[in-house]
């Protein structure tokens, strides 16, 4: 049986929103302690639409698919829609992954809402779906999923 379905394969060998936005309305990064891995993401936002997102990760294929389609699916929703996307959403997305990778799809969520976040602070707004949110919190993520030793 294949480790990677078409979807997962099809979004890791042809990625959607690769690159960065020149002054974007905010941007995000996270970065694992566990594996190393790092994703940062920038987002355009018009009229609390966003209208562009792009990515750019040192990751493995499973946390590329996983931006590509998170980019995606937060392009054209507005910014609290978007805070609803779950880690979930973008496995389900996905049509799944082994389960040794679940959590590489962490890397897209985390950096979405960590963009998210610099643009409520850029531009004084608070959204409810941030309450509690740490964007630092990456230093005490230990439960990457990530197994160094099988990569
Ligand atoms: S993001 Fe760390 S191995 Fe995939």
Redesign the pocket.
Known sequence: MALYNDTVISHFTNPHNVGELLAPDGEGTYG?PV?G?MMKISIKVENEVIVDAKFKTF??G??IASSSVATDMIIGKTVEEALKVTNRDVLNELGGLPAI?IH?SV?ADHAIRSAIYDYAKKTGKHYAGLDGFNPDADAEDND?G?DMEN?
């Open positions: 694992s594996c891995d990751g493995c499973s946390a990778k590489c890397l990457h990530c990569q």
